[in-house]
T-cell receptor, first 116, second 111 residues
Framework: AQKITQTQPGMFVQEKEAVTLDCTYDTSDPSYGLFWYKQPSSGEMIFLIY??????QNATEGRYSLNFQKARKSANLVISASQLGDSAMYFCAMSPDQTGANNLFFGTGTRLTVIP | SQTIHQWPATLVQPVGSPLSLECTVEGTSNPNLYWYRQAAGRGLQLLFY??????ISSEVPQNLSASRPQDRQFILSSKKLLLSDSGFYLC??????????FGSGTRLTVV
């Protein structure tokens, strides 16, 4: 069974600084996908970044990058140059296939607060 | 472009009353559709998913049911709501690229 663990219930970061949100996963499947979503106070889930288990390089999307360490089964999200608008809940998720066609399993989330 | 609509945005219902939440997708055909629930301060739990009309898979036993009467319509229902059904309900579909696209959610409070 797949399991996603986010050990940081809350994180604080100074505006313009970088922050790392931790995520570890557990699966016996060789093929899987890892996702990060942002959930602002309004509630919608916003897709941020994706990493496939066979991808050789870490995924990057603008200020977001995913620090993928396969042997450690970790997929930490790095947000560079934090902005006030980055304050939100962040969820790590995993799908038991590369595309996310099957179910997404979510962690419990990390609440990030950006301090001006 | 593809969009997903979910309504209502908020709902307050008494215990024992029925429930019907609707989700529709535009701009795509035969999408995989999902219903998730998020309890307060928790992550998302998959409730149901559907790969086609009339095809529903349930992930957890519960007081809820789902139906897919049309290709782009996914409905979450209950005959009698419980207090424990309160939460934030999100509909999602799997897009052409990786990952899901979520609706704006329905915040259900059962009183």
């Amino acid at each position: 069974a797949q399991k996603i663990t986010q050990t940081q219930p809350g994180m604080f970061v100074q505006e313009k600084e970088a922050v790392t949100l931790d995520c570890t996963y557990d699966t016996s499947d060789p093929s899987y996908g890892l996702f990060w979503y942002k959930q602002p106070s309004s509630g919608e889930m916003i897709f941020l970044i994706y990493q496939g288990s066979y991808d050789q390089q870490n995924a990057t999307e603008g200020r977001y990058s995913l620090n993928f360490q396969k042997a450690r089964k970790s997929a930490n999200l790095v947000i560079s140059a934090s902005q006030l608008g980055d304050s939100a809940m962040y969820f790590c998720a995993m799908s038991p296939d590369q595309t996310g066609a099957n179910n997404l399993f979510f962690g419990t989330g990390t609440r990030l607060t950006v301090i001006p | 472009s593809q969009t997903i609509h979910q309504w209502p945005a908020t709902l307050v219902q008494p215990v024992g009353s029925p429930l019907s939440l609707e989700c529709t997708v535009e701009g795509t055909s035969n999408p995989n559709l999902y219903w998730y629930r998020q309890a307060a301060g928790r992550g998302l739990q998959l409730l149901f998913y559907s790969v086609g009309i009339g095809q529903i898979s349930s992930e957890v036993p519960q007081n809820l049911s789902a139906s897919r009467p049309q290709d782009r319509q996914f409905i979450l229902s209950s005959k009698k709501l419980l207090l424990s059904d309160s939460g934030f309900y999100l509909c999602a579909w799997r897009g052409d690229t990786y990952g899901y696209t979520f609706g704006s959610g329905t915040r259900l409070t059962v009183v």
